[in-house]
């Protein structure tokens, strides 16, 4: 199985990162090799788009819900809070 080394952590994420482990009862490798699992994951999840049907019926819902309906132009709302 591959290793990894992290040069130069940051000791305040260190520490961030031993705490999480303690909490979730599980060793700091164990922890890391967790929070890598779910971030790959997310990461195919979210580059793969999910599931194409749930997101057209979404769409269609959407479609449905605000059909007919005017929104007003939010751009010089927009403006105006930037300009705070």
Do not use: C
Request: proline share 1%.
């Amino acid at each position: 199985m591959a290793q990894i080394l992290v040069d130069n952590l940051d000791p305040i994420i260190l520490k961030k990162l031993e705490t999480l482990a303690e909490q979730h009862v599980r060793s700091l490798q164990e922890e890391l090799k967790h929070i890598l699992q779910q971030a790959a994951e997310t990461a195919m999840h979210y580059h793969t788009g999910g599931n194409i049907e749930t997101a057209r019926e979404a769409v269609t819902r959407a479609q449905v819900r605000y059909a007919g309906q005017t929104f007003s132009d939010s751009t010089e709302l927009i403006r105006e809070d930037r300009e705070r």
